[in-house]
Every structure is written in C-alpha cells, then in structure tokens.
C-alpha cells in the first residue's frame, strides 16, 4: 500500500501539476494571435516555376567571408561597379566584387548606429537606407553627411523600417514592417498573426511623410515597376506580393500562395523581379499559420529563449513582369537568404544568418526543367 500511495503522489507532482501549471501560464500570458486570412492558408503549386535549380550550393561562391556581419540587403552602383549592403552592427559596407570572390574587397563605409536593411539610390548619387531602428536615412557626400529623412507618419513612429525603392520623380517608398514590434521583436510580428504594417512614401521636395497603406502583415519588400505606375510589395506572413498603382491607389496581388516567406523583392531592369525567402514552407510553419494555438505557444517558448521557428530550404524566385514564375533557385541545406539581385551573369544573394554574399554565375548553373 505504501508504494501505491508513493507512486499516485507521484503521477499527481509529475503529470496533473504540471498541467495545470501550463494551463494557468497559458491564460495569464497577454500574447494573443489571430487567425491569418484563409488565401494564407492555401498552398497550392501554382507559384512553382517550370525553371528550377534546388542545388543552390553547388558552384556558389561567397564574398567578404567573416567581413560582412549578417548582409540583409545588396544595391548595387553600377557607375562605380561597388556593392553596398547593410549588416547587423550598423555598417554599411561597399564590396568590390572581383572575377576570384576570395579577392574581393569589403571597405567599412558608413555606420548608421542602427540596423541598415533596405539600400537604394536616390537620383543624385544619395544612398538611401531603410534603417530598422533609425527611420529612412540619406547618407550622401560620399559617406560624410548622413541624414534622418523621416521616422514616423500620422503620428505613429517606426518600429521596423525595412525596404525602401525610389522613383524616376525622385520620391521614396518604403514600408515599415510593424508599427508595435521593433527589429528584435520581429518574430512576435510573425507570430501573433496581425496587420501591423504599412507603406508608404516621402517626398524630398516636400518632407513629407504619407501613408499609403496600412494593415499590412508585415510589410517587407518592395520594387518600382520599369514604367513607374506601381509598387511592387511583400507581406512575409501571408506568402504574398501585390501591386500597388500610385496614381489609381488601388491594390491587387501579384503573385501568392509563394513556396516559401517572401523577404526582399528586386527588379533586374531586363524584365524580371527577384524575389528572395529566407525560408521554404516546413510542416512546422504550416501548422502554426493555421493554428494560433500553436503560434502562442511558440511564442511563449521564445520568451524563455527557445526557438522553435527552424528555417530551411531558402531561396530566390524569378518572376516576369505580369507575376508568373519563371526560375526557382533554392538549396534544402540553405536558410536566411534575404535578398536577391541579378548583377551581369550572376545572382547575388544577402543573408540574416551568415557572414557572406553568396554569389551564383546564372549560366553556369541554371535552373532547369524538372524531369
């Protein structure tokens, strides 16, 4: 009998406690996700492109090795044939990419004391960075003078300023990703499942600040069309990108239901956008945008420091002006590709995990048709 009583008491401390414990944790943490729109839902093959090379790594080369701290973004200056990007310590680097990427140069050029991600450039030579903790900085005079443009619009500053694209008129648009949660929050905005995002433009002329849409699911990337009418924009959540027409200010998607969670969107200039994700569909992720359940609970663990978002299978999809797939490049053994730009015969891919442009010579390695 006393080993019966031993052993209930037992089950009792190691089971039923615990359990309600859990439950009582549950209910008394604030964090509340919603449930995500159903076409979020839906995932379907029609995003897959006949094109597709799944073996990323192979014949990749990578650039500024130990030098370039987490390269979220890439813009490059054709005049001067330099790369910028923007790392995690605040610097925004120029890269000299040489034929032999182990001979490539990485200069220290301008440190922001934030955290660069979007890089473009304005119409007189500016660089232009959408800084995730600063706002929208101008940084001009060859790295000398470094301007705040703007850091909030309606009253509501920026948490997470993080793509940025200029028109030929010399106005910039840009998106902050959420107005509640800031760079290091991030994964909550993912998580708790609600619009927090917003886009919208600054015009140098005028300084001022307008918002041109809001409730966004997080808000990432976005690329001027080549005949200027509309925005091209990313809601990483969701797996969608839509356009934007200035003039009409009206939306329509793009292209959805993407194979993965769409960070940064970049036009080529020969017809074709680039759209990066740092991560493909996981069983894992499917089951967390469909139950918000599990989002929470997620995000309870996160709170302790354990992360059970775990990305794979990053990549880069090349789509036709009309947002039809064209290419898939991706590698199941590579995670956090945040940015991809076609510069001559090669694709140059940023990172928000490694320390290093991945670099792909496109003829070399194509993608191809599926057997």
Not at 2 to 24: C, H, M, N, Q
Not at 61 to 87: H, M, Q, W
Not at 306 to 335: C, R, W
Request: proline share 5%; net charge negative.
């Amino acid at each position: 009998m006393p080993l019966l009583f031993f052993s209930r008491r037992f089950l009792i401390f190691s089971t039923v406690i615990p359990f309600i414990i859990s439950i009582a944790l549950y209910r008394l943490d604030t964090f509340n996700p919603s449930h995500l729109p159903d076409d979020a839902l839906v995932y379907s093959t029609t995003s897959i492109p006949p094109l597709v090379n799944d073996r990323l790594l192979t014949g990749a080369e990578f650039i500024g090795v130990g030098l370039l701290n987490k390269p979220e973004d890439i813009a490059y200056d054709r005049d001067s044939g330099l790369i910028y990007t923007g790392c995690v310590d605040g610097w925004v680097k120029r890269v000299k990419a040489l034929d032999s990427a182990n001979d490539s140069v990485v200069e220290d050029w301008v440190n922001t004391g934030g955290r660069p991600l979007g890089i473009t450039f304005g119409l007189h030579g500016e660089v232009i960075v959408a800084d995730a903790y600063k706002g929208l900085l101008n940084i001009s005079d060859d790295g000398k003078k470094t301007e705040l443009l703007t850091d909030e619009a309606e009253g509501v500053s920026f948490k997470l300023t993080d793509a940025v694209a200029v028109g030929d008129n010399g106005v910039l648009y840009f998106t902050d990703a959420s107005y509640k949660y800031d760079y290091s929050q991030s994964s909550f905005d993912f998580l708790e499942g609600k619009p927090h995002g917003r886009l919208m433009s600054f015009d140098p002329t005028t300084r001022k600040t307008r918002v041109l849409l809001r409730d966004l699911y997080f808000a990432n990337g976005v690329s001027m069309s080549p005949d200027q009418t509309h925005l091209v924009f990313c809601e990483t959540p969701i797996r969608r990108c839509s356009k934007y027409y200035i003039n009409e200010e009206r939306v329509e998607v793009f292209i959805q239901s993407l194979p993965g969670y769409p960070d940064n969107i970049r036009y080529d200039g020969d017809g074709h956008y680039w759209i990066a994700m740092p991560t493909g569909v996981t069983t894992f992720l499917k089951l967390s945008m469909r139950y918000p359940l599990v989002r929470k609970l997620t995000a309870m663990v996160a709170k302790w420091g354990f992360n059970l978002m775990s990305a794979e299978d990053a990549g880069v999809l090349q789509v036709g002006l009309d947002g039809n797939p064209i290419a898939l490049y991706h590698d199941h053994k590579v995670t956090h590709l945040t940015t991809g730009v076609k510069i001559g015969e090669y694709l140059y891919c940023g990172s928000l995990l490694h320390s290093r442009i991945l670099r792909l010579h496109l003829q070399k390695y194509p993608a191809q048709k599926s057997i």
